[in-house]
């Protein structure tokens, strides 16, 4: 009996800067689960996009009309996205959001919206409204975003449902990563050497490493959660062995050998919850059309790129 079911098809788009992992996870598991228990977006297709402005990630959905769901791969904080507003420096936090989204709406006016999103005239604004119609055009299914802690800002994530004019709005309360898993035996494959599997569980790093399986399935793994890195190290007594601890803790794919491609978040950077594990889905956040506005939290603390 199935028990998975497809709810959608998308295109991901994947941002640069260290996230091209991305690119192969997709090519190797299509499938990207979603709150609903059981149910994955299909994701047949993952573009790498050119650059990181707003007006490229518009451009590439438009250009993808054919699907109706995207999945939008980036880095994020719990209040903004890694998603330059233009060529300079600004990005897409909560407040060009609700800039961009009133803008829309007329409760900002043409005049004012360069100035306010830090364009250099009025054209450059006419463009990205014009990208912005174009998507709203296209009546979204889902926007999956996978970028760290978005998820967290009930804020954020209105107008980004807002912005995308999607029936849904979904993204992590967690760290988020893609990445590699090589490995560490001998010519980064599986090895049964007794001695090669000594010195690796006698490492440093290694010390306290899961396992599954036993003699010739026999897997073995650690990850290592720094600030800003995660490092997943591995060893394998056979293909099959990598297979199962595949078919456990990644959706279904077409993974046979070689370097394991994964997709996980990490709640307190103290623990991996891959996107095949039983809980992945609960630190997932929806926000589907017609939510209300949240109220503004005045009682909330200054941050400090807020201060003068």
Known sequence: ????????????????????????????????????????????????????????????????????????????????????????????????????????????????????????????????????????????????????EIGKSPTAMYFLQRLFNCDVCCAPRAFDVFGPIMLEGKDGGPTQDPQSWRRWRDQKENRGASSLGSGATLFAWKAIIGSSTVEVRAMAASWEAARNWVALHLPQGSYQSGTIYYHALTPAKDRLVFAGDGDYRDWLVETPKGTPEPKPDFKAPLRPDQLP
């Open 1 to 148: 009996m199935q028990l998975w079911e497809d709810v959608g098809v998308a295109t991901a788009l994947v941002l640069p800067k260290n996230l091209a992992a991305a690119v192969t996870y997709f090519g190797k598991f299509p499938r990207e689960p979603i709150k609903a228990v059981g149910q994955f977006v299909n994701v047949p297709k993952a573009l790498m996009a050119p650059n990181d402005q707003l007006a490229t990630v518009l451009g590439a959905i438009a250009g993808n009309a054919r699907d109706k769901d995207v999945v939008i791969v980036t880095h994020g904080t719990d209040t903004a996205l890694a998603i330059r507003l233009g060529p300079g420096p600004a990005g897409l936090g909560t407040d060009a959001l609700r800039d961009l989204v009133y803008g829309m709406d007329g409760r900002i006016s043409d005049a004012d919206m360069p100035g306010r999103l830090g364009f250099k005239d009025a054209a450059e604004w006419q463009r990205l409204k014009t990208l912005i119609r174009k998507v709203w055009a296209l009546n979204l299914g889902r926007v999956d975003l996978r970028a760290c």
